[in-house]
């Protein structure tokens, strides 16, 4: 099994490229180009990343059962461990795709953060 790496963001317009939820032959990250249209790859890729997300939802109440039983033997502790980190790795990959396709925050060309999150300035009392 190869370690993760992170993802050196791709060439291009990061809003035109999207990073699928499965790597290449090769073992490198695989990106699709639409252009923002929702064909088939693109639901496919939703679809797995729904899926990568609700097994990993499930192989964690299963690994907190193990975990648990102080009696559970080694393998099964270290079984569990080995299907955590699995899933860690798909939501990892599905969470760093989509932020490559967050927009970036609206600045208003000074810098300042326009968008009301974190970091905005505080209102001022009284007003």
Avoid: N
């Avoid at 499965?22 to 990343?49: F, I, M, N, Q």
């Avoid at 039983?69 to 860690?88: G, H, K, N, Q, S």
């Amino acid at each position: 099994m190869t370690e993760p790496t992170p993802c050196a963001k791709p060439p291009g317009r990061i809003t035109d490229l999207r990073l699928l939820p499965w790597p290449s032959p090769d073992g490198k990250p695989c990106y699709l180009s639409s252009g923002g249209a929702h064909g088939w790859v693109t639901r496919l890729a939703d679809t797995v990343e729904e899926r990568q997300l609700a097994t990993g939802a499930e192989v964690l109440v299963l690994a907190r059962e193990v975990l648990d039983d102080p009696m559970a033997p080694y393998t099964e502790v270290r079984y569990a461990a080995i299907r955590v980190a699995e899933c860690l790795g798909d939501a990892l990959r599905v969470a760093e795709s989509r932020g490559l396709r967050v927009p970036a925050p609206d600045t208003g060309g000074d810098g300042a953060d326009r968008t009301g999150g974190a970091g905005s300035p505080a209102p001022e009392p009284g007003r």
